[in-house]
C-alpha cells in the first residue's frame, strides 16, 4: 500500500509538467487554433453546459491535467517496473 502512495506521489508531481508540455506544444496550439480540437471537445462542451469563452477553457484545461495525470501514471508505473527488473538483478548483464 506504502508503494502505491508512493507512485501516486510522484505521479501527482509528474502531471503539472506534462500538462504544461502538452499546452504548450505547437501541435496542440495548431490543433485547437485550427478550430478542429474545438470540435473535438464539443460534444463534451455540450455534455458540461459550458457557456462562454471561460467554461469552454476551464473544461479543456481539466481534460489535459486528466490525461496528463494519466500519461503520468503510466510513465511512474513503466519506471517502478524498470527499476525493479535493475534491483532484483534481472535486467542487469
Known sequence: MKRA???LGF?????????????????FADWMA???????FEPLLRLCGAVGVEDDENI?????????????LVLVGLARRIAGRYKSGRGAR
Open 60 to 72: 479543456v484545461i481539466n481534460v489535459i491535467l486528466i490525461v496528463s495525470f494519466a500519461l503520468s
Open 11 to 27: 505521479a501527482l508531481v509528474l502531471t503539472l509538467p506534462l500538462s504544461i508540455a502538452i499546452g504548450r506544444n505547437p501541435w
Open 34 to 40: 485550427s478550430g478542429n480540437g474545438w470540435h473535438a
Open 5 to 7: 502512495f508512493i507512485s
